[in-house]
């Protein structure tokens, strides 16, 4: 019989009058690899930071190995041989990879001595997760750190490891060898679990996937029992549309760029057309953030011509002067550059906004037309939340993304700069930001869409461009070009054959 290394019995939790988790059980098998599932806000998270002991359940208990773990104590679950990867890494940026991993677990003074990179060194191997100890956190990509993570757990001796949406700020490159990993970890006996949205991945990695909604476990399916279709159906509780792409009439350039030229873009030509879905795809750390932060006004050209809404974009280009050309942002990353975590709802939604009428009013802000603003948004994008008043740090991944949605398109702008916009959502969150995004083209709006995701560039763009090392590829219209095609561009080598 297989050995149960983990046990969840009748987990609830509130907060208030939200119902997280609603009496949920379920057993982990050693070497076991269970994908938790579930739309943003399901309760996923919650579960786990029970488990981990960051959280207390109202009522339920948590045992490994046979044995009960006190509530709401991380220490003891991690001496229980529970690790947990979050998805927001906790790591120190000023210290070593070797410190961070010792973190904890010996006196300060004694942090990255040379006994333990050696023993680093070996279960990074033993791993497949290969990273230097000596190396600086600040200096590593995010696939990196993710190693990093996994190697503290790993160091503790774990032997149930928890991965909250391990895939969400990774490359399908870095996601292909945290799989190979994961698969190295299970042969040696590790029992994994796997919180996703993702349903391609949760079939390429799971055995058995736990399906939350609304708090409560809707569904328990063996892997290679089910597909993508019946998870979207449990996950939603009802199939997802289906996604059109209706022709629409070309309108003018609303932003144009001649050889531009500034920290990591190298002279760049790119014209933004009304009407037209511009997909931006590459690897992470390419140019992209700096394209985004040059168009909203954050970073200056060095060289080259730029030109907003027929108009130039001259030494004054800000952010202010972007947003009154009619340019709508949604930031790459929702928590550090798209919302103020100790806001409300209401003052997030007039955060680009508070200076302006109908907000504005002889330089006080007008808080009932802010506050009528932000149920506008609650309403009209589905913002699951107890109301406009409720601190955004307390939303999910999900319903953070849609206020940023809300406030960037019910304006009707006649440019989007839409950065990541579905990066770490469910399904039906996916679904909904596309679909939004459809409606700003159809009514003639200009839309650069950067994504690290090729099936959601592929299928929503009019033409795709590529970017590596701050240089763009030529333009590729909708249906012309291969995945393995723009693959290579992102590697490289496409820019190499064109020179």
């Not at 760049?268 to 750390?285: E, K, M, N, Q, W």
């Not at 009428?357 to 948004?377: G, M, N, Q, T, V």
């Not at 693959?487 to 820019?495: I, R, V």
Request: proline share 6%.
């Amino acid at each position: 019989m297989p050995e149960t290394v983990l046990r969840l019995k009748g987990i609830t939790k509130r907060f208030g009058a939200q119902l997280a988790n609603d009496d949920i059980s379920f057993a982990l098998q050693k070497g076991e690899v269970i994908a938790l599932l579930g739309e943003n806000g399901a309760g996923k998270t919650t579960l786990m930071n029970i488990l981990f002991g960051h959280y207390t359940a109202d009522s339920g208990t948590v045992e490994v190995m046979g044995t009960a773990l006190p509530p709401g104590h991380p220490r003891a679950a991690l001496a229980a041989g529970v690790g947990m990867v979050h998805q927001h890494f906790t790591l120190a940026d000023n210290l070593t990879v070797a410190e961070n991993i010792l973190l904890g677990t010996r006196p300060l003074w004694r942090l990255g001595q040379g006994d333990a990179r050696a023993r680093i060194r070996d279960l990074a191997r033993r791993f497949g997760l290969e990273v230097d100890p000596a190396a600086r956190v600040a200096d590593l990509a995010v696939g990196e750190r993710q190693r990093v993570e996994i190697l503290k757990a790993l160091w503790r001796d774990a032997r149930i490891l928890i991965l909250d949406e391990p895939t969400a700020v990774l490359t399908p490159q870095e996601t292909e060898a945290l799989f190979r990993t994961l698969r190295l970890a299970v042969a040696q006996g590790l029992s994994i679990v796997f919180i996703s949205h993702k349903l391609r991945e949760v079939l390429a990695v799971s055995d058995r996937v736990l399906v939350l909604r609304h708090g409560r476990l809707v569904g328990e399916v063996r892997t290679r029992d089910t597909d993508r279709h019946q998870l979207a159906r449990l996950m939603v509780g009802a199939d997802l549309p289906t996604q059109e792409i209706p022709p629409v009439p070309e309108g003018p350039p609303l932003l144009e760029l001649r050889a531009v030229s500034a920290p990591g873009l190298s002279a760049i030509d790119l014209t933004l057309r009304g009407g037209r879905i511009t997909g931006l795809a590459g690897v992470s750390g390419n140019g992209q953030s700096a394209l985004a932060a040059l168009i909203a006004g954050t970073l200056a050209p060095t060289s080259g011509e730029m030109q907003a809404a027929g108009l130039p974009a001259g030494p004054g280009w800000s952010p202010q002067a972007a947003i009154a050309r009619g340019i709508a942002r949604i930031p790459e990353d929702r928590h550090r550059t798209g919302t103020i975590a100790a806001m409300t709802l209401t003052e997030n939604a007039i955060l680009e906004a508070y200076g302006r009428p109908p907000f504005s009013h002889r330089s006080w802000i007008d808080w009932r037309a802010a506050r009528s603003f932000a149920e506008e948004i609650i309403a009209g994008y589905d913002v699951r939340c107890p109301g406009p008043d409720t601190r955004i740090s307390l939303l999910s991944g999900g319903n953070m993304q849609k206020l940023i949605l809300g406030r960037a398109l019910s304006p009707e702008p006649r440019m989007i700069l839409a950065n990541q916009p579905t990066r770490g959502l469910d399904v039906g969150a996916v679904a909904y930001v596309h679909a939004r995004l459809l409606e700003a083209r159809a009514r003639g709006a200009a839309i650069l869409l950067i994504s690290e995701d090729l099936d959601e560039v592929q299928a929503l763009s009019d033409e795709i461009r590529v970017i590596s090392a701050g240089r763009l590829s030529p333009s590729f219209p909708r249906g012309t070009t291969s995945q393995a095609e723009l693959g290579a561009w992102m590697a490289g080598h496409g820019f190499d054959h064109a020179a």
